[in-house]
């Protein structure tokens, strides 16, 4: 399809593993943002990728989250050492939107449902 | 610091009704917001949005208002049918640096629509 996708869509990991989620976004959209969605929450920012470059991290929660997009499509977001409170489903959304371009809506994939156990 | 609030958990309104989601935002920073749906298993769908230059938008069933002054905004949906039975966020952006639009998200209300 042309929507945002990611994989897998359920990860499960024993505390101390290291993860990878994936994020397809959709094709020719410059902006992607991770979200983290705790139960019963809304979802938070995690950080944001103008193509290839990642212009916000301000909301990983600690040094053990990473994320890349090195040729500006792709993106991949690392937790290592998973704890117990990094269960959640994480988002991938993708925008058209360039600096200053705000208002242009966000796609969302369907998330991936982590759980640490 | 919820920066946006949606302070109804949930809402049950009858087929036909007009359903009414409320959403209150803290931070004047913020020039455009969004009211994204979702379904179980599913990502936010982008339902609506409105720019603060604005004080309505309409789009079929749905109509977005915005109460700059009293920091509010309400969505509106008119005739209410089953299929709209979902959880609903309101979402807000603006004042990020880098052109970094962001999106603020409230807790959600699961709206129920009623045969």
């Known amino acids: 399809g042309a929507g945002v996708s990611q994989s897998p869509r359920y990860k499960v990991a024993k505390r101390g593993q290291d993860v990878a989620l994936r994020c397809d976004p959709i094709?020719?959209?410059?902006?992607l943002f991770w979200y983290q969605q705790a139960l019963g929450q809304g979802p938070e920012f995690l950080t944001y990728?103008?193509?290839?470059?990642?212009?916000?991290k301000s909301g990983l929660p600690s040094d053990r989250f990473f994320a890349e997009r090195p040729e500006g499509s792709v993106s991949t977001l690392k937790i290592q050492r998973t704890q117990q409170e990094d269960s959640a489903v994480y988002l991938c959304?993708?925008?058209?939107?360039?600096?200053?371009?705000?208002?242009?809506?966000?796609?969302f994939g369907p998330g991936t449902r982590l759980t640490v156990l | 610091d919820q920066q946006v609030k949606q302070n109804s958990p949930s809402l049950s309104v009858q087929e036909g009704r007009i359903s009414i989601l409320n959403c209150d935002y803290t931070?004047?920073?913020?020039?455009?917001f969004l009211w994204y749906k979702k379904y179980p298993a599913e990502g936010p769908t982008f339902l609506i949005s409105?720019?603060?230059?604005?004080d309505k938008n309409e789009d079929g069933r749905f109509t977005v208002f915005l109460n700059k002054s009293a920091k509010h905004l309400s969505l509106h949906i008119v005739p209410s049918q089953p299929g709209d039975s979902a959880v609903y966020f309101c979402?807000?952006?603006?004042?990020?640096?880098?052109?970094?639009?962001?999106?603020?998200f409230g807790t959600g209300t699961r709206l129920t629509i009623i045969p």
């Open positions: 094709s020719g959209h410059v902006s």
């Open positions: 990728f103008q193509n290839e470059a990642q212009l916000d």
């Open positions: 959304a993708s925008s058209r939107a360039l600096r200053g371009g705000g208002g242009n809506e966000q796609f």
């Open positions: 979402a807000a952006s603006g004042g990020g640096n880098f052109g970094n639009e962001k999106l603020t």
């Open positions: 931070n004047s920073m913020f020039d455009y």
């Open positions: 409105i720019s603060s230059i604005k």
